[in-house]
Each structure stands twice: as C-alpha cells, then as structure tokens.
C-alpha cells in the first residue's frame, strides 16, 4: 500500500443510526397517526451505499435488524447479494430495457413504475411459470419515474390484471420535502391520497405504503404509512441544514476521510501555486501536500474556499485541487512529511463534515458522499 488516504468506515455508527430512526419512529409525534406499530425501515444502500461501500454497509445494516434494503438497479442488487446479503431487495429504477433475468436468480422486488416494464415483467414470470411480488410506484408530480397519478384509470388495469404479478406496495417520491416553503411537497400527499382511492377503485389492496425518504421522515409523520426510505439519515446527516428542533435525533457520522502530508515546501512573496496560477502568495508560505485530488471526488471548487484538518487545525486549501493532490497553507505550524490530515471528520475540537463542504462548493451532501473515488480504500470497523 503506497497512497495513504483513506475513507474509514464506522458500522457501529450506521448500526446505530438504524435503531436511533427506529426509536425516533416508535415515538408518538404530534399530527402522526394512531398506529398499532411503527413503520417498518426500507434501508436506502443505492449508489455503493453513498459511497460507504454496499456489500459491507448492507450486512451491517442486516445484522442491526434491516428486513428490506433498496437500491438503484438490478446490477446494485447483484452485487448485495454476491456480498452475502439475504433480506428483500427493493430495486428502484425502470426496468422497461433491463435484462430481467436477474429479479428471478436472485429474488429481488422489483418497482413497476411504468407498463412497458409491467408487460416486460408479466411475461418474464410467466414464462418461468412464477408469481412475482412488485412495488408500484406512482408518479405525484416529480416527473420522473412512476404512473402519472392523474392517469391511473387508463394505464393500471393491464398491470393490476396480471396473472403473474403481485402488488406488495405502492409507493411514491417527494421532490421537495427538505424545503419547507415549496407547496409541492403538500401538493403530492394530496395527490397520492387520490391515486390511492383511484386504486382501490379499480379493485386494488395494496398491504403496504411508502413514501417518506430522509427529509420527510424529520418533516411530517403523516406520510410515514406502513415503511420509511431513509438515505442519508443511515449515514450520518440530515438532509436538511439541521434537524427541526421539535424533532431532534442524534446521528453519527459514519465516514471519515482521512490522509498525511506527504511533502512540505516553502514560496516566496508573489510565487504562484498550482494550475492556472490561481494562488499568489501574499507573504512567504509554506505548504503541505495531500494526496487526495478530483479523481477521488475532491471538488475544484473547494481551492480557496475549502479547508482541511492538519494536525488538529483548520488550514485552507490554495491552488488548484489537482487530479491526485491538493496543497494546503500551513504557515506558522509545525508540520512535516507523515502529519495526519482530516478532510471529513473530526480531529481535536474542530470538525469538517458533508454538510460543510456541499455549502462551501454549492451542492448537497449526497454528491460529496457519492463521489468518494474508488481508488481510496474503503477501511470497516466493527460488524
């Protein structure tokens, strides 16, 4: 092993944050209503599980009581399973052009979210003389995957008919709801609300409902129905700036990015540093070199707005990020070849976390979380 920066990887704080959403969801909360049990938790492990690692992340989310996990596609749920993951797998993403064969060889749940994908589905189970359990999902106005809610009388029939398939659930997806001031939000519970008596209209029971994902699972207890979808509640973050104060639930972050100063160098007044010449040295400077850059999700935009955690201290980044290295202004501390840097995480008293560096670059921290590269090592502890 030659590079030295590492995403670690806390399972114990994943587990953990699994039964804190637990126990944040057994609490009776205002408006929510009167419920027998709480809703059940549909683990969100897409995208290499935000970059945690999926395999590594789905077992540990399994082992703390996970009954179903959800991923993007039929490849992602391949992988869980080669992993050694044995509870439902929900796949999200259209399947109208996949190779099905898949959903059977390894008893995934697959969603319907369109009736090429029902007709596709249908004669795939038919075929194989089997009965297939599926999600539907309905489109409230986020206009991307899903049954257009105001159309269901046309479309549905044909899906509800099939011999072969069997509705587990139906479920949709908010656009909106860590943005409190955004109507659609309200807009689409009133319109799953009608999609479901347009369902049930046409002779459809489903035994479940979803439709809650991290923000309006803190937002609104109302749509908590019979599962949550949490993502980014799993890994350490609220999706909104803070939790609402009424609804506090302490999380744990569960990825640390950490490295080491692997070169230290002084420039003089008016030297520049890095592409583009970007950064002109107002005084003598000294620098430490990290070896993290944008081909391991480093965002350009953090030169000279980012920092890093050096031997305990916050420093900023100058120069450009490079592909494989950022350089970091270290003036005045004492700082040489091997010190520990912290990119995310904590170190002493101070802490860089996803929220902090999606505000500094102008994203969300589900891009700074998916974009951990793949050639950093991704190193478990626990579970």
């Known amino acids: 092993m030659t590079r030295c920066t590492f995403a670690h990887i806390d399972l114990d704080a994943l587990q953990s944050n699994f039964r804190t959403i637990a126990g944040f969801l057994a609490r009776p909360r205002g408006a929510a209503p009167i419920r027998q049990t709480p809703p059940g938790i549909i683990a ?24 179903t996990l959800a991923c993007a596609d039929i490849e992602e749920a391949i992988s869980l399973r080669d992993a050694g993951v044995t509870c439902a797998i929900l796949v999200f993403g259209a399947l109208s052009v996949s190779d099905l064969a898949g959903v059977f060889d390894h008893g995934l ?10 007709r596709a589905l249908q004669a795939a189970a038919a075929a194989r003389g089997v009965r297939l359990h599926y999600h539907l999902k309905i489109d409230t106005g986020m206009n991307r995957l899903g049954f257009r809610h105001d159309n269901l009388r046309n479309t549905l029939p044909e899906l509800l008919e099939s011999r072969n398939l069997v509705l587990d659930a139906v479920y949709t997806h908010f656009g909106t709801a860590d943005d409190v001031a955004e109507p659609l939000f309200g807009d689409q519970q009133a319109r799953f609300g009608e999609a479901l008596r347009t369902i049930a209209a046409l002779g459809a029971r489903p035994p479940a409902l979803h439709a809650a994902n991290s923000a309006a699972i803190l937002r609104d207890p109302r749509v908590w129905f019979d599962y949550v979808r949490p993502g980014l509640l799993l890994y350490g973050f609220a999706p909104m700036p803070e939790p ?25 007044t008016g030297e520049p540093v890095g592409y583009g010449a970007r950064f002109i040295a107002s005084r003598p400077t000294d620098l430490a070199i990290v070896p993290a850059g944008y081909a391991d999700g480093l965002d350009v935009r953090l030169a000279g707005r980012g920092s890093v955690l050096v031997a305990g201290r916050r420093v900023p980044i100058v120069g450009a990020v490079s592909m ?3 350089a970091v202004d270290v003036t005045g ?11 995310l ?14 505000r500094v670059v102008g994203t969300i921290p589900y891009e700074i979380l998916c974009r951990i590269g793949t050639r950093i090592e991704r190193v478990y502890n626990s579970a």
Do not use: F, W
């Open 244 to 268: 609402q104060p009424a609804d506090p639930i302490a999380l744990r972050p569960v990825m640390t990015l950490t490295s080491r100063v692997v070169a230290v160098k002084g420039v003089r």
């Open 324 to 326: 494989d290295m950022i």
């Open 109 to 118: 749940t697959p969603t319907i979210s369109t009736p090429s994908a029902g």
């Open 44 to 67: 969100v492990v897409k995208a290499n599980a935000y970059g945690h690692g999926a395999g590594p992340v789905g077992r540990a989310l399994e082992q703390a009581g996970a009954t």
């Open 345 to 358: 995480g904590r170190a002493g008293d101070d802490a860089i976390d996803v929220r902090e560096m999606a």
């Open 333 to 343: 501390l004492p700082v040489e070849p091997g010190a520990p840097v912290v990119i």
